[in-house]
């Protein structure tokens, strides 16, 4: 999809030529440059298909021991999420089964998650460190992550979420976690990551904190994102505006004045539909005020055990439309086009344009609104990734 005047950027009965993985041709059939037509060394015909760029989950935490149904059946019983983390539930029960998990258990699972994703479509994923707390657990999640991408043939792109909890031998010391997080986690984590993130919330860490952590990330060359707004307005998107990360995201407390922070700072705004609808949400995000602010949005599954156990990128556009009112276009340009900026690979991903990786999804499908609009039906036919398809 080529950003454009069409709706989509659509080209109708065109092709795709790849060279070395890369895009070098796209537009109409019967432009295709001679030398490529009359010597293709390979044609995948679309049989009346759709191409889209291969989509980007930008916002997942596939990487985790156990599950929370049973949290999931509490909270149909009416605990809120928040109270089940006071007591010591949530985050902190995926802490202990993953700090129990060998790094071959969490290799396996999330490698299944990622394969789950692929087969509707994704050829990039970023996922998020947050459920060990600890430095070697926090590593080996980072370290799994990329692993687990490599054997799904996923692009990966890492973060670490030291900050998403308190750890329970932190025992409500913050500043000793927060030092553990600033002075060890991030140094550690260069190598492993590409970025770093933080959990502003009244159940996790306050805008001060938060403001640490990301400045730290900066200062060893790892880009911020910020979970903010979640459950509350405590001003996390202007935390993540002023200290430039990325993307804020969640958002659905988010002031006017947060909305405008993010505008002037290109701080992209990613939209988690999924975490609304099993926390059962009541409060938006603020979409028409991040559209007048000339905002992109991104969309992401946010793939967890806790708040979106939501393995199909496919369902997170399809809630994207209906809860939060994004069109089709805007949805699909969320895991695409939007997404890759969040993951700094602006133009060289979730893109189709030359000299893009030609990471494709071939759909069997006769308009792109349908991606948004079937829930739990799949038609990716084929992932074509680096110019590969398998
Ligand atoms: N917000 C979320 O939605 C995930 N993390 C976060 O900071 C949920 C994580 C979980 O409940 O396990
Ligand atoms: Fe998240």
Redesign the pocket.
């Known amino acids: 999809m080529v950003p454009s005047a069409t709706p989509y950027g659509t080209v109708p009965d065109g092709a795709i030529a790849v060279t070395d993985g890369r895009v070098v041709f796209v537009g109409p059939r019967g432009e295709l440059p001679s030398e490529v037509a009359s010597h293709p060394a390979r044609v995948i015909a679309g049989d009346g298909g759709w191409v889209t760029p291969g989509l980007i989950d930008c916002h997942t935490?596939l990487v985790?021991g156990g599950n929370?149904a049973e949290e999931f059946e509490a909270r149909l019983g009416g605990a809120s999420?928040e109270e089940i983390?006071w007591a010591g539930g949530?985050?902190l029960s995926?802490v202990a089964a993953t700090r129990a998990a060998s790094e071959d258990e969490l290799r396996a699972s999330a490698g299944a998650r990622i394969a789950t994703l692929r087969a509707h479509g994704v050829t990039t994923v970023e996922i998020k460190s947050?459920?060990g707390l600890e430095l070697e657990t926090e590593i080996q999640m980072l370290r799994v992550a990329r692993a687990a991408g490599d054997d799904q043939d996923v692009t990966t792109v890492t973060t670490l979420?030291g900050a998403?909890a308190l750890p329970p031998e932190a025992a409500g010391d913050r500043d000793v976690y927060l030092d553990l997080v600033c002075e060890e986690m991030i140094p550690a984590a260069v190598g492993v990551a590409d970025a770093v993130d933080a959990?502003c919330?009244g159940i996790?860490f306050t805008p001060e904190e938060c403001r640490r952590v990301l400045q730290t990330g900066a200062g060893h060359g790892l880009y911020g994102r910020l979970?903010a707004d979640?459950l509350s307005d405590i001003g996390g998107a202007a935390v993540a505006a002023a200290c430039g990360a990325r993307s804020a995201d969640?958002l659905e407390y988010t002031s006017e004045a947060g909305v405008r922070a993010m505008a002037q700072s290109g701080t992209v705004p990613v939209l988690?539909p999924g975490?609304f609808l099993y926390?059962n949400e009541e409060r938006r995000p603020p979409v028409a005020a991040m559209r007048e602010a000339g905002l992109d949005i991104a969309v992401a599954t946010?793939l967890?055990?806790?708040?979106?156990p939501i393995a199909s990128p496919l369902i997170a556009l399809n809630l994207a439309c209906l809860l939060f009112g994004l069109t089709p276009e805007e949805s699909l340009a969320g895991m695409t086009r939007v997404a890759a900026r969040v993951l700094d690979m602006e133009g060289s991903r979730g893109t189709l344009t030359e000299g893009a990786h030609a990471d494709l999804a071939l759909w069997d499908i006769e308009h792109p609104a349908e991606l948004s609009y079937w829930m739990g039906a799949n038609p990716c036919r084929t992932v074509i990734r680096g110019g590969r398809a398998g």
Not at 304 to 308: E, I, L, V
């Open positions: 935490h985790f929370r999420y983390a949530g985050i995926t947050g459920y979420l998403h959990f919330e996790a979970h979640q969640h988690l975490a926390l946010d967890n055990p806790g708040s979106s």
